[in-house]
């Protein structure tokens, strides 16, 4: 059963640090991009950051570029985002999904909500004093 668990989040102080992790079950993350995406009351989904094995390429939104870290641990099929100095703006559910990564003499994948082929339920992040 193809299953992707997020897990890592909370209640975190304005400035402060957490590790999210996205479990991959049921497929092998090497062969997919994943990504994460967060949505806030009353808003839009909102793509974050996004990682692919299969050319070791990276994304971040702007808003979080510099404060936010994507890695992937292929052996326990686990990818994680580290955030630092979280602001309050970064509260949000926070997503993980996969897209099958495609080559055809280039690797093709977009890292957009749109593509995703399997998405975790989420975690709730919460930056407040």
């Known amino acids: 059963q193809v299953q992707l668990v997020e897990s890592g989040g909370g209640l975190v102080q304005p400035g402060g640090s957490l590790r999210l992790s996205c479990a991959a079950s049921?497929?092998?993350?090497?062969?997919?991009?994943i990504g994460w995406f967060r949505q806030a009351p009353g808003r839009e989904l909102e793509d974050v950051s996004c990682?692919?094995?299969?050319?070791?390429?990276?994304y971040y939104a702007d808003s979080v570029k510099g404060r936010f870290t994507i890695s992937s641990d292929n052996a326990k099929n686990t990818v994680y985002l580290q955030m630092n100095s979280l602001k309050p703006e970064d509260t949000a559910v926070y997503y993980c999904?996969?897209?099958?990564?495609?080559?055809?003499?280039?690797?093709?994948?977009?890292?957009?909500?749109?593509?995703?082929?399997?998405w975790g339920k989420g975690t709730l992040v919460t930056v407040s004093s």
């Open positions: 999904a996969a897209e099958y990564v495609y080559y055809s003499g280039s690797y093709s994948y977009t890292c957009g909500a749109g593509a995703m082929d399997y």
């Open positions: 049921g497929f092998t993350l090497v062969n997919y991009a």
């Open positions: 990682i692919s094995s299969s050319d070791d390429s990276t």
